[in-house]
């Protein structure tokens, strides 16, 4: 088993990482928010020093022109895919981000490469603030999850399911499975979003973020039998408290936004998410580039994912927004 320094990347938020054809392929937030990015190395070591090749760009107007998020890059049916979240400007309505679901996709055999058409907004049926779109196939479906805001439900974003038509059209109506009620859930935002998925022994697993995106932000947990109708918000478990939370001892706060992929022997579980090395955050925190791209093994308890706690920091961070890498250059 391979071992991981982290950060695996500098700088970069809300990180999603698979593993295709014994490639790793790399992207998430740019701290810009104008861009999508992807990497790709053999090792999830050489990710960091990695070209970074940019995909794709923000419009100058209209509703892809603001405040790229999140973006995930998945396979499909042959093809590959980008979800992303983008708003028509950097302004709020009511306290929320004015953020959809849009889709990239790319027939090429190296994502890097080749063209990406834009296949436009995933209407999901609802038109409020929604982002961090993942998607999974399971017994020869598709499967999008989602955070998405319902103004008759109290705070910013809940988590949905659909089944999909094809990558970028919903085949059903969407279905809340988890909306943000525990206090851990509840920390000065009310916020369920950046949902993962991972199956394992006849489990899927929905893992998502909670809270501000400052120390408070953590990881909680849905689990449904893999035979179970997905499409039931029944057939969720959601776990009381977080699975996966800041280490004060460590220094590293606010662990979340993660994904999953495999070790190089296609066997072992690893997590990646981002996190940050301090809490002294100068100005607004949304333009603070420091949450650090990282990942780690996780083992399971039967059924159960051990997610454990943020693995310690092996490369150099920064300490301070202004501060950059000993080279002088800048993720």
């Known amino acids: 088993m391979a071992r991981i320094p982290n950060p695996i990347v500098l700088q970069r938020a809300d990180p999603y990482v698979i593993r295709h054809e014994g490639m790793y392929y790399f992207t998430g937030s740019h701290p810009a928010y104008d861009r999508i990015i992807l990497r790709k190395a053999a090792h999830l070591s050489d990710l960091q020093t990695a070209e970074e090749h940019t995909i794709w760009t923000k419009h100058e107007t209209g509703p892809m022109s603001h405040l790229i998020w999140a973006p995930e890059l998945h396979r499909v049916g042959g093809r590959w895919y980008i979800y992303f979240g983008a708003a028509p400007d950097d302004g709020q309505s009511d306290d929320t981000f004015n953020h959809r679901v849009f889709c990239l996709e790319n027939d090429s055999a190296d994502p890097t490469g080749g063209s990406w058409i834009e296949r436009g907004r995933v209407d999901t049926g609802m038109d409020t603030f929604s982002l961090d779109a993942t998607s999974f196939e399971h017994d020869g479906a598709q499967y999008l999850v989602w955070g998405q805001q319902d103004l ?70 849905l689990t449904a039998d893999a035979g179970a109708d997905l499409l039931d918000a029944a057939s969720w478990v959601k776990s009381s408290t977080p699975v996966f939370t800041t280490n004060e001892a460590a220094h590293l706060f606010g662990p979340g936004h993660n994904s999953f992929t495999v070790d190089e022997d ?66």
């Not at 279905?175 to 489990?203: L, N, Q, S, T």
């Not at 998410?273 to 780690?296: F, M, S, W």
């Open 152 to 221: 008759a439900i109290e705070g910013h974003s809940n988590l949905y399911i659909a089944r999909m038509a094809n990558p970028w059209t919903l085949a059903t109506a969407p279905v809340m499975i988890a909306k943000p009620e525990y206090d851990w859930e509840c920390i000065r935002f009310k916020v369920c979003e950046g949902p993962a998925v991972i199956e394992h022994a006849g489990r899927i697993h929905i893992t998502y973020s909670a809270s501000g995106t400052g120390p408070e932000y953590a990881v909680g947990m």
């Open 266 to 331: 296609e066997k072992t579980d690893i997590m990646v998410y981002h996190v940050r090395t301090y809490t002294e955050i100068k100005g607004d925190p949304l333009y603070e580039p420091n949450r650090q791209a990282c990942a780690k093994t996780i083992s399971w308890n039967e059924t159960t994912p051990v997610l454990g706690e943020p693995a310690p920091m092996t490369r150099w961070t920064p300490v301070d927004i202004a501060v950059l890498p000993p080279d002088g250059s800048h993720a």
